[in-house]
């Protein structure tokens, strides 16, 4: 699949033989249902039957440690098919010496879209406004094949871990700025930001159209992925 980048920044791509054109912008308040809606639909029974991630998108975009500059969707031919959202996260060192970092996630792209390169886009793009904007390290949790060909590595490479001093086999890291992690040890730390209202959750999603609940194989590569640790 061909991509090409134009200067300002619309991109045009060749998908399955079909010419279509991209965009990627800021969300706007009018995208919010939309986005929610992607959310809901790219996170559904992927991880555990049903999903979350569309009532975090809901109430993070009010949050301190949420970042609108780096709030984006990807349009195709018009029609917004993916979204990528961050927030603040921290490094502590073992000093007690904290940096303030970043953490994407959710990452959605529509289903029917998804393998076809736009989640990278999506990733890469915001990596570099994100930098613009000053950050230089970016950690995330997640499956490691969707973010190695972006350039994010084992947390255990860069002495980023948790509590408890492990290093968990969905943590990666991503430097923005050659050498801002100088190899101490560092622990990680989310944003309250993600730490949602479970049974609020599920009455959010009850007032939705209703999807089936179910399980998947995806669910238990993710309690594997989940329950690992690099030694
Ligand atoms: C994860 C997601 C945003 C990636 O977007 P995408 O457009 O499908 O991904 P891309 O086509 O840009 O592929 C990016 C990389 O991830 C890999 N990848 C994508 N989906 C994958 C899958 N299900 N399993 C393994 N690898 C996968 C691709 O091979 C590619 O790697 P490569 O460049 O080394 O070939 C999208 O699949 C999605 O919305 N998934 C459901 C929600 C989710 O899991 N979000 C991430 C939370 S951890």
Redesign the pocket.
């Given at each position: 699949m061909p991509l090409c980048f134009e200067k300002n920044m619309t991109i045009k791509i060749d998908v399955r033989g079909e010419n279509g054109m991209l965009d990627i912008r800021n969300e706007r308040k009018e995208d919010y249902s939309i986005v929610e809606e992607i959310t809901r639909k790219?996170?559904y029974n992927?991880y555990v039957p049903g999903c979350m991630e569309h009532y975090l998108v809901h109430v993070m975009r009010d949050h301190e440690d949420f970042i609108p500059e780096l709030d984006f969707v990807l349009e195709r031919d018009g029609q917004v098919i993916?979204n990528i959202m961050y927030t603040k996260a921290k490094l502590t060192d073992e000093d007690g010496t904290e940096k303030e970092i970043l953490t994407f996630?959710?990452?959605?792209?529509l289903p029917e879209?998804?393998?076809?390169?736009?989640?990278?886009?999506l990733i890469n793009h915001s990596c570099q406004k994100a930098a613009e904007l000053g950050f230089d390290v970016i950690v995330i949790l997640?499956?490691p094949?969707?973010y190695?060909?972006c350039g994010f590595q084992c947390c255990k490479k860069y002495n980023v871990c948790v509590e408890g001093g492990k290093y968990p086999a969905a943590m990666l890291v991503k430097e923005l700025k050659e050498g801002a992690l100088d190899g101490r040890k560092w622990y990680y730390s989310e944003s309250p930001a993600m730490n949602i209202d479970e049974q609020a959750a599920v009455e959010f999603d009850d007032q939705l159209e209703p999807m089936e609940k179910k399980w998947t194989p995806s669910q238990e590569a993710f309690y594997i992925m989940s329950n690992s640790f690099v030694e």
């Open positions: 790219a996170f992927v993916g996630g959710p990452v959605s792209v879209y998804q393998r076809n390169g736009y989640g990278k886009l997640g499956s094949a969707n190695v060909s």
